[in-house]
């Protein structure tokens, strides 16, 4: 039209919708004159709206608090009622494994190992008043232990912290993530393999985030210079730049001593200028291999380093000792609802059109069960908490989370909004099930937690953490001591902090106005089985759960608008769930029974280990990552959808594979893309991997 401004004429049918504007090809906004937003998963906004039955537009915006405005912020509180505070960092990553070629396809899970993951439970050990609930899912774990703990910790010298790369490539070259391998390749021998991983491949060594590429003006200019014009200097450069930018910036700054007494140190490669806010780094000298052989092996020390620091600082709810209550997930991170039966979603989309249905009651059950396994075998302990994916719960999965000794389970507070009896407060626990099946649960504070998620991205560090304490005590009331949910992913909202790296400020600032507020009895953070079983010497009593508020009817939903809708409902999202439903069909057909999970894992090359590894890659294609980027409501950026969809096919492809092994009378079989829409393949770096 006139003036520069452009029009877009288009039909939609009855449903959901989030967009965005394209500012000049480059700026990717919400509109500004739309208050209903959601959360994008990349640190911002889409904004959204829903079309209803009538073909009327209608707005929905989450009721929030306003935030107070945060001039001159101190640590000085008035006396007054205390709050019950529960936080949950949510730590989740994708299964990346190719299980054909062994290796993992994406280097998320040790990025986010080096620089959040041994972190955030770590800045704890300054507040020791402060308690927290940390979710390390299985499929994160299992990909951090098995593919980088086991197969680099062997060939790693401590004392000189270098890779024995000769001995490492004998036995492991391609079966970790490609940028290990491409960081311990000499860049003289690089050839199209290499680089199209350094800049060609959807995820690549310039992966990550405009901010905090913005911190590294040397890996900038490589970003922006021509891949065909980089010197072997060059190539050497930027795979060294891409382990540096994802170490926690405590590794940057100083000696950082590890659980495992190991010592990390990278301050002697680079130098800090600019303030603490906003930190400008840059190498001392160029990188050498040798120094990209050290950063490796120091990403091996601080992985291995993830699980003993959670262990140190673990809950231990019959010592009442601790500080850190560790929880699961279902193990590959499955929509829980769905995979008992998909018919559930009609209860909350009753408009949309699903996929034929899906249900297998019995994967659903191995799914708690392995989590539940991995767990004690990794903690010594049998987890109390369990976040189900997405916070996706519904009636039918409260005995199941009970059968496997579990305790209380957490959704949002839409969820709650819907259940019955309605009109339910939202800060305190309650108690739904039936028959002996009794389960707790904890509703998240939307505005709460989206505050720290997003909002407070571009704050000053102080008066964000002001912000979010004046909003915890706000809930403050003579009489009651109400319980507040807190519940965010705890590692890539942190990347898109402009105004604090890492937003390592704005996390102490909370923590350290948490223990003053601790000792003024004003906030108490409690974790869900403190609070249920109580802690005496921090003055929690006992919640029995007969004395919890009672649900009698939880709503069938997730975190998200408390349904189903990002994962089933539209026409990608569909196909995926039916092609599960064809591939599983074949499975039982083919006679190959699920494996008893009570015993050993068998033997390798053996009939039952490929009878065994044929029903594992079934539950890992049952994941909610692969079912998240289907459709048009979430579009990766980087790789674009194409990345998860090729590492969704290539599981329910190898499930035949794992067949035929086995001695079943099946063709192994390849599967066409799903996607749909052109619009899905996006640009960008990689941030989504939790929710």
């Not at 911190?215 to 450069?237: G, M, S, V």
């Not at 000053?460 to 953490?465: G, H, L, R, S």
């Amino acid at each position: 039209l006139k003036n520069g401004i452009w029009e877009a004429v288009m039909t939609l049918a009855p449903g959901k919708y989030q967009y965005k504007f394209v500012v000049d090809g480059i700026s990717w906004i919400a509109d500004p004159t739309n208050p209903a937003k959601s959360d994008d998963q990349r640190g911002g906004f889409n904004s959204c709206f829903t079309i209803n039955e009538l073909s009327q537009i209608e707005l929905r915006v989450q009721e929030q608090k306003k935030s107070v405005e945060i001039t001159n912020p101190t640590d000085e509180y008035s006396a007054g009622p205390t709050v019950y505070l529960n936080m949950i960092w949510h730590q989740h990553q994708p299964l990346y494994l190719n299980p054909e070629l062994d290796r993992l396809e994406g280097p998320w899970v040790r990025t986010h190992a080096t620089k959040d993951y041994h972190d955030m439970a770590a800045m704890l050990e300054k507040y020791p008043s402060v308690h927290t609930t940390i979710n390390l899912t299985t499929s994160l774990l299992h990909q951090l232990q098995y593919y980088y703990v086991e197969r680099l910790m062997p060939y790693v010298g401590r004392r000189i912290q270098r890779i024995d790369t000769r001995r490492f490539f004998s036995k492991w070259r391609g079966k970790t993530d490609p940028w290990i391998d491409l960081a311990l390749t000499p860049s003289s021998q690089f050839g199209e393999t290499e680089k199209s991983l350094m800049k060609g491949n959807g995820w690549n060594c310039f992966s990550v985030s405009d901010v905090m590429m913005n911190r590294w003006p040397e890996y900038q200019a490589l970003r922006d210079k021509p891949l065909e014009q980089f010197t072997i200097d060059d190539f050497t450069q930027a795979k060294g730049f891409f382990y540096f930018a994802q170490f926690d910036p405590d590794f940057l700054s100083g000696e950082v001593v590890l659980p495992t007494k190991e010592k990390i140190n990278l301050s002697e490669l680079v130098s800090i200028t600019g303030d603490a806010s906003n930190p400008v780094y840059r190498l001392k000298k160029p990188l050498t291999e040798d120094d990209c052989n050290h950063l490796v092996a120091c990403a091996a020390l601080v992985m291995e380093a993830v699980i003993p620091m959670h262990r140190q600082l673990q809950y231990d709810v019959a010592k009442q000792t601790g500080q850190i209550e560790i929880i699961t997930t279902p193990y590959y991170h499955p929509i829980l609802p769905l995979l008992i039966d998909s018919d559930i979603a009609k209860r909350c989309q009753p408009g949309d059109k699903l996929p034929e249905r899906f249900t297998a009651p019995d994967d659903a059950n191995a799914q708690v069960l392995l989590a539940t396994n991995a767990y004690h075998s990794w903690f010594g302990s049998d987890p109390a908490g369990m976040w189900p994916g997405e916070g996706s719960v519904a009636p039918e999965i409260l005995p199941m989370l009970a059968k496997h000794g579990i305790r209380w389970t957490a959704s949002d507070r839409q969820v709650l909004s819907r259940s019955i009896p309605a009109n339910q407060p939202l800060p305190q626990m309650y108690v739904s099930g039936m028959n002996g099946s009794d389960v707790a649960l904890v509703f998240r504070d939307t505005d709460l937690s989206d505050r720290l998620g997003f909002r407070y991205q571009s704050m000053d560090p102080e008066a964000a953490a002001e912000d979010f304490i004046q909003g915890v005590l706000s809930y403050a009331k003579q009489g009651e001591v109400p319980y507040v949910s807190v519940i965010l992913d705890g590692e890539n909202a942190w990347e898109h902090y402009s105004r604090d790296n890492d937003a390592k400020r704005t996390l102490h600032a909370i923590y350290r106005k948490l223990t003053k507020l601790y000792q003024m009895g004003r906030i108490v953070t409690v974790t869900p089985s403190e609070y249920l079983s109580g802690n005496l010497s921090r003055g929690v009593t006992p919640h029995q759960m007969r004395t919890l508020p009672r649900l009698t009817t939880l709503h069938s939903g997730s975190w998200i608008y408390g349904t189903y809708d990002t994962w089933i409902g539209e026409a990608e999202e569909n196909a995926a769930w039916n092609l599960l439903k064809q591939v599983r069909n074949d499975l039982v057909a083919s006679g190959i029974s699920a494996p008893d999970l009570s015993k050993p894992i068998p033997m390798k090359n053996t009939k039952e280990y490929y009878q065994y590894q044929a029903w594992m890659t079934m539950y890992a294609a049952e994941g909610s990552d692969w079912f998240w980027w289907y459709g048009t409501d979430q579009n990766a950026p980087g790789g674009g959808d194409a990345m998860f969809d090729q590492a969704y096919r290539t599981l329910l492809q190898n499930v035949y594979r794992y067949m035929k092994l086995a001695g079943a009378k099946v063709e192994e079989k390849q599967f066409p893309s799903l996607l749909q829409e052109t619009g899905n393949v996006g640009g960008g770096a990689m941030q989504r991997g939790s929710k």
